[in-house]
Structure formats: C-alpha cells, structure tokens
C-alpha cells in the first residue's frame, strides 16, 4: 500500500470509529432505573415516611431525568422531570424531608408498595434510593433496589 493509501484508510477508521456525540436535553428518554417498594405516607412536608432519590449526572452535559412513580396496582401517580447539569446530583422525594432540606418534591401523595422508573436522555447517570423518616435530620431508613436497564458499558453495580 502506498503512503497515501495507508493514509486515507487510516482517516477513513478514525471517523468510522470515532466516539458518538454525547448526550444531552434533547436526546429521547431512555429508562434507567426501577424503583420497587416505594413509601410514602401521604404526610406533610418534614413529617411522616418518604422515598428520596439521588440521581448524579456524569454524562459531560446537561441532562433531564424523569421520575414516573405508580401506586402498588400500577396507577400513575406523579410524573415530573428534572434538569440536571453535568456532575450536578439532584435529589428527588416523595414529599420533603428534613434529611434532604434542598430536594425537590414529587408530591405523590400516599404511595403504597410503589415503584418509580426513572428515565434520563443519558445512561450516564447514577441513582440510588431510600424510604426515610421525614421528620429526621439525620437520614434515617431504608435503601430501595433499583434495577438498573440500559447500563453504562463496562461498569457493574
């Protein structure tokens, strides 16, 4: 092959190969995460049982998450979505806690036995989750399993 040939195929492998465009706000959403058992008690702001959810964005972009929590039977009780920059960890509840003084509220209501699917227009994001006494400062509760759908290549949790 000559120089020139060795060249243009070279080229030709880079862009083929090249990383894909990352992600951001305007992608299509894509389920993440399952949250089975989720509680709450249907109490005040501060007071009763919750779920909180943190979600950490390391995509290098912006990012919006949604958050679809159903009752036991399956009803579709709260839908909202979140934007979340790069690195930046958003913290999500059934009602507000005390624990988590700076989350934004879902305002589910009661939710018994609920799930919450969390969706995102990345897959390079994080979640984790807990049924927490809403009156306590210190979190104080009960970590959820999230099943994970759509992980991020070569990572395991």
Do not use: W
Not at 11 to 16: E, R, S
Not at 19 to 44: K, Q, T
Not at 59 to 70: D, L, Y
Not at 126 to 147: E, F, Q, S, W, Y
């Amino acid at each position: 092959m000559t120089k020139i040939q060795t060249l243009v195929v070279s080229a030709a492998l880079a862009i083929g190969m090249a990383a894909p465009a990352s992600a951001g706000v305007n992608d299509p959403e894509v389920i993440i995460y399952r949250f089975p058992g989720v509680r709450d008690n249907g109490g005040a702001n501060n007071t009763g049982i919750a779920t909180s959810f943190h979600c950490t964005n390391f995509s290098g972009v912006p990012e919006n998450i949604r958050f679809a929590t159903r009752q036991f039977e399956g009803s579709l009780i709260s839908n909202e979505v979140f934007f979340v920059l790069h690195l930046q960890t958003a913290t999500v509840s059934t009602h507000e806690t005390f624990a988590f003084g700076s989350e934004a509220s879902l305002a589910t209501g009661s939710v018994a036995q609920g799930t919450t699917a969390i969706a995102a227009t990345s897959i390079n994001i994080i979640c984790t989750a807990m049924i927490v006494d809403a009156a306590n400062v210190v979190p104080t509760g009960i970590a959820l399993r999230g099943i994970r759908f759509n992980p991020v290549p070569g990572s395991q949790e």
